[in-house]
C-alpha cells in the first residue's frame, strides 16, 4: 500500500521553514539602539520642479531627532510622498547627531548664541522651574535634546531651516567645566572653586566694615 505523503516535509518543507527564519532575523528588535529616540516634524514644504511636460511637485522635509539625555540631530529630505520625504529626513537626522553638555541634565552650562546666514538665535541658562522659553524649530531642538529650563529668542529670519541651523552653531560651543579644565590643564575643582570665591567675596566686605 502507497503511503500518503507527508504534509511540510521535503524540500517544499525545508524552503518554507529557511524563509521563515530569514524573515524573523530581519525583524526589528524592540530594545534596539534607537528604541529611545524622539523624532520631531518641523517643516514640511511642497516644492515643484518645472519639466517638459508641466510641473512635478514634491515633498520637502525637516525632522529633528534627539534621545532627551544631550544628543540630537536634524536632517532634510525630499520625495515624491510625504512619508518618503520624512524618512530620508530622520535617516539624515540620525546620522548627523551631535552630544551636547547638559548642567544636571535641565539646562546648559552658559549662555551662547548662533548665527546661520540671515537667522540669528540666543539661549540663556535658566534656574529650576522656568521650563523651555522657546517658539517654533528652536523649541523642537531644546526639547529633543533634554532640556527642561532655557531662555531662547530669535533674533533674526524666521525660516526653519536657518533657526535650526543657527541653534546647532550655538549648541556646538557649550562646554562643561570638565571640558574647560582639560583644556587649561587644571582640575574641576579650581575653577568651581574660583566662582565660589567670586560669590563669596561680596558678602564678606560688609563682614569686614562693621569690624
Known sequence: MAQAPQRGGGQGGN?????????????????????????????????????????RFSFAALMVVGDGKGRVGFGHGKAREVPEAIRKATEEA???????????????????????????????????????????????????????????????????YNMIRATFEALKVQSSPRQVASKRGKKVADLMGRRNDGASAPEAAPEAVEA
Do not use: Q, Y
Open 94 to 160: 540620525k546620522k548627523t547627531m551631535i552630544r551636547v553638555p547638559l548642567r544636571e541634565n535641565r539646562t546648559l552650562h552658559h549662555d551662547g548664541s548662533g548665527r546661520w546666514g540671515a537667522g540669528k538665535i540666543m539661549m540663556r541658562a535658566a534656574p529650576p522651574g522656568t521650563g523651555v522659553i522657546a517658539g517654533g524649530p528652536m523649541r523642537a531642538v531644546l526639547e529633543t535634546l533634554g532640556v527642561h529650563d532655557v531662555v531662547a529668542k530669535s533674533t533674526g529670519s524666521s525660516n526653519p
Open 15 to 55: 524552503d518554507r521553514n529557511r524563509r521563515d527564519n530569514r524573515n524573523n532575523s530581519n525583524a526589528p528588535a524592540a530594545d534596539g539602539p534607537d528604541s529611545d529616540i524622539v523624532e520631531k516634524l518641523v517643516h514640511i514644504n511642497r516644492v515643484a520642479a518645472t519639466v517638459k511636460g508641466g510641473r
